[in-house]
């Protein structure tokens, strides 16, 4: 069992920038395929961005690539998701979550077995 705890949102202007944080307990990080996630009110959870376990694959939704940058420290228990140029569709709670059996990142929000509380971004025009 692992428990996520999220942090960095706010709001910000459209063109800024936040730094979100998930830092894990209860298990190593390292183990863990990790994701972000986020929620706008009325729509589905939809994928932002993923990490394997060592770092080097990252795919990204087509939404925030080139915008937003997932990275991880295992030493730390902490996953973050850069998030520059931010615009108004980008207005959502922020999760992230912890795929255990995963040997891949994917998009697949159902493989994710864990998920912290969420975190709200808001960005204002």
């Known amino acids: 069992q692992v428990q996520l705890v999220e942090s960095g949102g706010g709001l910000v202007q459209a063109g800024g920038s936040l730094r979100l944080s998930c830092v894990a307990s209860?298990?190593?990080?390292?183990?863990?395929?990790m994701g972000w996630f986020r929620q706008a009110p009325g729509k589905e959870r939809e994928f932002v961005a993923a990490?394997?376990?060592?770092?080097?694959?990252?795919p990204y939704a087509d939404s925030v690539k080139g915008r937003f940058t997932i990275s991880r420290d295992n030493a730390k228990n902490t996953v973050y998701l850069q998030m520059n140029s931010l615009k108004p569709e980008d207005t959502a709670v922020y999760y992230c979550?912890?795929?255990?059996?995963?040997?891949?990142?994917?998009?697949?929000?159902?493989?994710?077995?864990?998920w912290g509380q969420g975190t709200q971004v808001t960005v204002s025009s």
């Open positions: 979550a912890a795929d255990y059996q995963g040997l891949i990142p994917t998009r697949n929000k159902i493989a994710y077995d864990y």
């Open positions: 209860g298990r190593t990080l390292s183990t863990y395929v």
């Open positions: 990490i394997s376990r060592s770092g080097g694959s990252t």
